[in-house]
């Protein structure tokens, strides 16, 4: 199973992401954590994003394609994985296409989340309090819901064209959240 999940900040992503890659056996691929896992240990790669995400702007594209280019290319992604966070704007989905038609693989489907701006506000500043991320701050949260409405809802629109989205509402339980994901993805997958 290769699979994209997609949705604004707080709707949820990360939390479902780790529930699916449990229940198809596969790796989630998370290019925020492998950020933040950067950023954390002072890497090369950590310094040259900090500005970028401590403020909640997209890394330039060079460095996250590469990123993501090479983390599939690993062993553990042969069968399958969960890309979270990733593409998240037009020109990396023209990235993406090239990695896949590189490694002879296809993308089965696009999990969209979606949830109301108040309750992902409300999130956000529950997160804000709990984890202390530094991309928790009010200006870097309102730039990141300016950049998903603009870059990030095109690339919805180029999956729903191709036939693989797959929308699902990100309000409410946790499980019963992930048992619709999976009933949505059987439905379209057969
Ligand atoms: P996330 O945990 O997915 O919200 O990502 C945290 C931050 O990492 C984002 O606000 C961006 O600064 C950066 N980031 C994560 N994924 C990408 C991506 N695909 N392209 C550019 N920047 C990204």
Do not use: C
Not at 43 to 49: A, D, H, P, R, S
Not at 63 to 88: C, F
């Amino acid at each position: 199973m290769r699979l994209l999940i997609m949705g604004p900040q707080g709707v949820g992503k990360g939390t479902q992401a780790k529930l699916l890659a449990e229940h198809y056996g596969i790796p989630t691929i998370s290019t925020g954590d492998i950020f933040r896992a950067n950023i954390k240990n002072k890497t090369e790669l950590g310094k040259k994003v900090l500005e970028y995400t401590s403020q909640g702007f997209l890394v330039p594209d060079e460095l996250t394609n590469e990123i993501v280019r090479d983390r599939l290319a690993q062993d553990d992604a042969k069968n399958g994985w969960i890309l979270d966070g990733y593409p998240r704007n037009v020109a990396q989905v023209s990235a993406l296409d090239e990695i896949l038609e590189g490694l002879g693989e296809q993308l089965d489907a696009v999990v969209a989340l979606t949830a109301p701006t108040n309750v992902l506000l409300e999130r956000m500043a529950k997160r804000a309090k709990e984890e202390g991320r530094a991309d928790d701050t009010p200006e870097a949260i309102q730039n990141r819901l300016n950049t998903y409405d603009k870059e990030t809802t095109p690339v919805l629109d180029i999956y729903q064209q191709r036939g693989k989205l797959v929308t699902v509402n990100g309000v409410g339980e946790i499980d019963a959240i992930s048992e619709e994901i999976v009933k949505a993805l059987d439905a379209k997958l057969g």
